[in-house]
């Protein structure tokens, strides 16, 4: 029996009415997701680009449909237990100390208690529990090693990593794709899968990672604070004339359309509480659902 036959069986109603319990149940979680990313402001986008890596090295390693909505997913929300770190550690712009490292290394099992219970928990479990696990066994949080560390594990951590690297953070810009790529490269078998590793390397050389790099949507890439980089996120139903905000510094910026393009501009003010309080893209989510749920349900 398939897993939409199931969930009609389940709740007794028709087919529509079992396909929109299922994406409210994912949305839920990449909500839950999204206001957990939020707290970091240098993070913008980060899930949606990890989302969109995982997915597409999925496919490439020849994975299914299912398989690779069902990873894209798990890359959306490996790291909702960082809601556990104080935002002391989480905002750091200097070297961790061992006791604060030691708690970012609780946020893998954290994000799994935060699971329990949730219909959808088992489907993203490996994701979340296991993408800093690596085939040398130095990694957390139980140091599997090799081919112990499953697939989606394997899958997201290379995904994880190489946005941290290209994205830019309080200490140091990110850097480029060929810099993070030879990391990967000199890296594999000790903190990347080889297999997947290499995919991924080709794919970076073939110049299919370029158009996620820096963005926060799909055709949309992250604004500049003047003060602290690319930190700004543009949503698609902003325009001319709206109000964005750096949530490092607070710098309110103007949205302006200049040839065809909408271009952040400092205003000079800060935003108040009120309008730095984080916002779902809910948009963005919706997208996700539709297109995740279709292909976990037909697989």
Known sequence: MSLLAEL???LGGTERHA????EDLLASLLVMAWMVEARDPYTGGHLWRVSRYAHLLATESGLGPADAARIA???????????????????????????????????????????AGHPLARL????????????DGRGYPRGLRGKDVPL?????GICDAFDAMTSTRPYRRGMSIGQALHIIEENLDRQF????????????RAGQLGHIVGHSDEGIPLRECMMCGPTLVVRRDHHAGDRIYCHSCTGEYALEERQGQLTAVPTGRMGTAQQLEPEVDEALIAQVVRASASALLAG
């Open 124 to 135: 993203v479990e490996a994701a979340i529990r296991a993408h800093h696990e690596t085939p």
């Open 73 to 115: 997913v798990g890359g959306f929300l490996h790291d909702l237990g960082k809601i556990s770190v104080p935002d002391h550690i989480l905002g750091k712009k200097d070297r961790l100390t061992e006791d604060e490292y030691a708690v970012i290394k609780t946020h893998p099992d954290v994000g799994w208690r935060m699971l």
């Open 193 to 204: 899968d080889r297999e997947f590793g290499e995919r991924f390397l080709a794919l970076g």
């Open 8 to 10: 009609k069986d389940m």
């Open 19 to 22: 396909v929109r319990h299922y």
């Open 152 to 156: 989606d594990g394997r899958i997201v």
